[in-house]
Structure formats: structure tokens, C-alpha cells
């Protein structure tokens, strides 16, 4: 018998009980939808983790620590038992570091706390300072009209993160956005903005202040040692704003504002002249350290291969080193285990979907038995039979899978539109179904549906022809 005399056979015998066929399909339509929906909300996260590595300098990306200032420390970039740092990362080791093998790049990072005015609005800001081939290796994608700090530039140019708005608050009720729900009638595109490095001199000359205005108004008060100077207020634009809103559009760098590495130190440097700048070491007696330390080193190495060696390297030189690597392969593990969770819970579903196609092939059996019985008589082959059975099954899964298929996409596009990534602290969509999940799911749909119609099948081949056309 003809593949296309069984396949027509089949498809007969399932458009005679309509009913039945379509509660079957709807088990299978079901299951598929469950499967997928729940991986693809942990396929979402790991696409999330994927963007915010992209957003930090790729999977080639190393960040290189040392000690750190006045014995803070970044404990987040200490492998498990490992020691800190007694070297701080300065001009000279971003030097070593380039001339590593396997390194295409290394840069240093620094990171400041800044004051932000603009109007009766105050923040804090967290500002990095990197070089032009760093900010370039970032990968922002920048409002239509932005671009990157110009290097060359006499004066300080702002990157900022699209929800950096939210850290503006009144000065005089220190309310902001989570406290009044409405973000600050600031324009940080065009609008200049007052830039403080000097946050110690700042509080100070604000205290000097009131102070002065208690003394008009005839309070009186422990005396004072002089005026306090009031730190300088750099007048600083924006060269471009993250893509996104102010309040949904959450990515890794949502939260800071970058501006060119070399500008910043200049500025640094000349604010706190004959003083130690804050963060930076100082001798025991006060005194500025001799050399410039930065927050952290960023390596780029040539090639995803040799990340591993290189941290190796870099750790054996007395550094700590975080790599994104590092970071995906931790991730991916915790993934792993959010989906098999997701997807066991799913296929509960089509487990009983196809409980529900083994019932369907049963009675189906028990209806058309005279039919089996007249078939084997006439010279029908047992194997004819067992394909048929089992193309009635994988017809009905295919059916189920293709209907399941857009329904998950339908609840994917639903959950993506009533809760965004944004709004539980991840980037990008929080569901995510890719091409090949929706084929392995139709594939699965298809076996499964077999798997289930396979005992049926046997039995419908242990039939006696004779018994068969005798039944009633």
C-alpha cells in the first residue's frame, strides 16, 4: 500500500469523529504552548545576559583589578578564594598588560562619584572615565543626533545613560522621581549641566553658607575657622543619551554617565591641586601618591580561545581578573536549570496530552475493528496497518504542534507587552522564542503524538482477521 492511500486513510478516519480528533489536537495544542512559552522565558534571560555582555565589551572582554584606595576593595572581581591585589593598576601596568601575548587591547577605567546640578535639581552621578577605543568597544546605542566624547575636546562631554534622569532630585525636599512618580523637567540631550568633583568642598561651602545666613538672622553659633571656598562648577553638555526612556528602557549602563578618560584626570587634577584626589592612595602622611591609579584595566583579548590563558596570565602577575566568559559560563549554568524546571512543567502538559492521544487511537481501534479485520484479509500487510495507526498519531500531533507554535507566540508577544525585562531589572524581551525552538517543538509534538499511537498500533496488528470481521 501507497504512503498516499495510508495518508488519505488516516486523515478519513479522523475527519469522521471531528469532536474527538479536535479535543486531542487541543491536549496536544496545549502541552506544545506550555513547552514553549516556559523556555522561552528562560531563553529570555540568558538573550538578556548575551546583550548586557555585547554592552560590555564582548565575550573577549577582561577586567583587570588591583588594590584599591584607602582599602576598599571590589570584592565582586575576586575569584573564589583568591587574595587581594597588593599592586594598584597604574600607567605602568596598563603598559605590561598591552604588551601580554594575546592582548589586542588594554585601557584603563576610572570611576568617580560626581555631583550633577541643573536648576533646583541635584544627583549623583557615577561617572566612568575610558579612552576613545574603549568607549568605541562598548557597543552604546546612542539617540538619533549622539555621539561619543570627543578626545580632542578643551572641555568635559557627557555620556549619559537613559535613566539617569531618575537620579535628579529637588534640592530643597531631596524628592525625586521615586517619591513624586514624575521624572525632572530636565533635558539632558541639550541642556547644560553644573558638574562638581569636589563633593566634601561642595557640602562644605553649602554649610558655610547657612551658616552665614543663621548669623544674619541673628543665630547664634560655634565659631568658624574661615570662608570655605566653594569648589569649581564645571559647565558640561552631553555628546549623546542612551537609547530608551527614562523610566522602562533598562539596560547595563543605564545607571552611568561616561565621558573621555584623559579630560577627566586633567580636570581632576587641577580641582584638587595639592591634595589628594578622592579614591586615589595617599602616602602616610596625606600626601598624593606619586602616580595616577585607576579603578580597573579592560582587556580585550584576540581572540574568545586565549581568554582563558590570559586570565591566567594577568592572575599570575598579582592582578584580579573577571572575564565575561567567566560570567556565561556561570550564568549558562544557572539557566540550564531555570529551563529544565520550565520545561518539566511544560511537558507535564504534553505528557497528558498524549495520555489523551493513546486514549483517541484505543477507542479508534475498538470502532474500526471489522475495518482492520477486512484489511488484513484482503492482503493488507501488518506493517501497512502499524503506519496508519501511527500517521493518525503523528498527524495529530502535527496538528497540535503547528497550533501550539502560534499560540506561544501569541502569549510570548502578550507577556513581552504586560511585563517587560525592564521591569524586573533585566534587559531586552523577557520572553524569547527562536526559530529553533518552535521546530524542535513541532518535531517533539510529532513524536510524542507517535510515541502515544505506537501501542495502539500493535495492538491494531495482533487483531485476528477472522475474529475482526466477525465482530459486531
Same mark, same amino acid.
Given at each position: ?20 480528533? %479536535? ?6 495544542? &496545549? ?6 512559552? /516556559?523556555?522561552? #522565558? ?10 548586557? $555582555? ?9 577586567? =583587570? ?18 587574595? *587581594?591585589?597588593?599592586?594598584? !593598576? ?34 549623583? +552621578?557615577?561617572?566612568?572615565? /575610558?579612552?576613545?577605543?574603549? #568607549? ?21 562631554? #557627557? ?26 523637567? @530636565? ?6 549641566? %553644573? ?31 574661615? *570662608? ?43 580641582? %584638587? ?24 584595566a579592560s582587556v580585550q583579548a584576540?581572540? /574568545?580561545?586565549? =581568554? ?5 596570565? @594577568? ?18 549554568? *544557572?539557566?540550564?536549570? $531555570? ?25 479508534? !481501534? ?11 484479509? &484482503? ?5 501497512? +496497518?502499524?503506519?496508519?495507526?501511527? #500517521? ?9 504542534? +503547528? ?11 502578550? !507577556? ?17 522564542i527562536p526559530v529553533w525552538l =518552535?521546530?524542535?517543538?513541532? $518535531? ?16 491494531? /496488528? ?11
Amino acid at each position: 500500500m501507497r504512503w498516499s492511500d495510508l495518508l488519505r486513510m488516516s486523515i478519513s478516519s479522523l475527519k469522521r469523529r471531528r469532536l474527538r480528533t %479536535f479535543l486531542t489536537v487541543l491536549g496536544v495544542v &496545549i502541552g506544545t504552548a506550555s513547552i514553549v512559552v /516556559m523556555i522561552s #522565558l528562560g531563553l529570555g534571560l540568558q538573550q538578556s545576559m548575551y546583550e548586557e $555582555v555585547e554592552q560590555n565589551g564582548g565575550t573577549t572582554s577582561l577586567t =583587570v583589578t588591583g588594590k584599591q584606595a584607602n582599602d576598599m576593595y571590589m570584592y565582586a572581581a575576586m575569584a573564589e578564594g583568591e587574595e *587581594q591585589s597588593d599592586k594598584y !593598576i597604574t600607567d605602568e601596568v596598563i603598559e605590561e598588560l598591552r604588551g601580554l601575548e594575546h592582548v589586542k587591547s588594554a585601557n584603563p577605567v576610572l570611576n568617580v562619584s560626581a555631583i550633577a546640578l541643573k536648576g533646583g535639581y541635584m544627583a549623583y +552621578i557615577n561617572l566612568y572615565g /575610558m579612552s576613545a577605543e574603549e #568607549l568605541e568597544s562598548r557597543n552604546f546605542e546612542l539617540k538619533p543626533g549622539g555621539r561619543l566624547p570627543d578626545p580632542d575636546s578643551q572641555e568635559l562631554e #557627557l555620556v549619559y545613560g537613559n535613566m539617569v534622569i531618575q537620579d535628579f532630585m529637588e534640592e530643597s525636599t531631596g524628592k525625586g522621581y521615586w517619591e513624586t512618580g514624575e521624572l525632572p523637567d @530636565i533635558d539632558l540631550e541639550h541642556d547644560s549641566v %553644573f558638574l562638581i568633583l569636589d563633593q566634601d568642598g561642595y557640602f562644605a561651602s553649602q554649610d558655610t553658607v547657612s551658616a552665614g545666613m543663621s548669623e544674619a538672622a541673628g543665630e547664634t553659633g560655634p565659631e568658624t575657622s574661615g *570662608q570655605k571656598k566653594a569648589p569649581k562648577k564645571y559647565v558640561v553638555r552631553a555628546s549623546g543619551v542612551m537609547e530608551g526612556d527614562g523610566i522602562n528602557d533598562y539596560n547595563a549602563n543605564s545607571w552611568s554617565v561616561f565621558c573621555d578618560i584623559d579630560i577627566l584626570k586633567s580636570c581632576l587634577q587641577k580641582e %584638587f591641586r595639592g591634595r589628594a584626589i578622592p579614591g586615589q592612595p595617599t602616602t602616610q602622611s596625606g600626601k598624593p601618591y606619586k602616580q595616577f591609579v585607576y579603578t580597573s584595566a579592560s582587556v580585550q583579548a584576540d581572540d /574568545m580561545e586565549h =581568554v582563558e590563558e590570559l586570565t591566567t596570565t @594577568i592572575r599570575s602577575l598579582g592582578y584580579d581578573v573577571t572575564s565575561n566568559i567567566e560570567y556565561i559560563n556561570s550564568m549558562k549554568k *544557572q539557566f540550564a536549570m $531555570v529551563q529544565a524546571v520550565l520545561g518539566g512543567i511544560g511537558a507535564v502538559s504534553l505528557f497528558v496530552a498524549a495520555i489523551g492521544i493513546a486514549n483517541t487511537m484505543m477507542m479508534s !481501534i475498538y470502532e474500526r475493528t471489522k475495518e482492520i479485520g477486512v484489511m488484513k484479509v &484482503i492482503g493488507c500487510g501488518l506493517k501497512n +496497518i502499524r503506519q496508519m495507526f501511527l #500517521l493518525e498519531a503523528g498527524f495529530i500531533g502535527f496538528m497540535g504542534g +503547528i497550533v501550539g507554535n502560534l499560540l506561544s507566540l501569541l502569549m510570548s508577544v502578550v !507577556i513581552n507587552a504586560l511585563v517587560s525585562g525592564q521591569s524586573m531589572g533585566i534587559g531586552g524581551s523577557l520572553s524569547y522564542i527562536p526559530v529553533w525552538l =518552535v521546530g524542535a517543538s513541532l $518535531v517533539f509534538a510529532v513524536l510524542v503524538g507517535m510515541a502515544a499511537g505506537y501501542f495502539p498500533a500493535l495492538r491494531a /496488528m495482533k487483531l485476528s482477521p477472522l475474529a475482526a470481521i466477525r465482530n459486531e
